[in-house]
């Protein structure tokens, strides 16, 4: 079962555009091309796992699920740091 959902793993790091890829990548970078399609396959598992006990259909997040992600913690962060140092924030986004 191992070989069969890390042979999954790699086929999902070379889709384009997929949460899985972008995953793989990211974990990639760091620890290596086996340890991120092990990683990915444990995600897949989780995935599969999810979707039959819920009786409900995968929702793609999408690639820039993870960078989202980090910036939204990112500025709470940032905003809490400054307001535990006595200064009040506020926050508008510039259109670029």
Do not use: C, F, W
Request: aromatic residues 6%; without cysteine.
């Amino acid at each position: 079962m191992r070989s069969a959902l890390v042979e999954a793993a790699r086929a999902a790091s070379r889709s384009k555009d997929t949460y899985l890829s972008s995953q793989y990548h990211r974990i990639a970078a760091r620890r290596g091309s086996n340890r991120a399609a092990v990683a990915v396959a444990h995600s897949i598992l989780t995935i599969v796992y999810h979707i039959l006990k819920r009786k409900q259909p995968y929702i793609e997040l999408g690639p820039n699920y993870y960078e989202e992600k980090r910036r939204n913690m990112v500025i709470r962060q940032s905003l809490k740091k400054l307001e535990s140092l006595g200064l009040k924030v506020t926050v508008e986004t510039v259109a670029s």
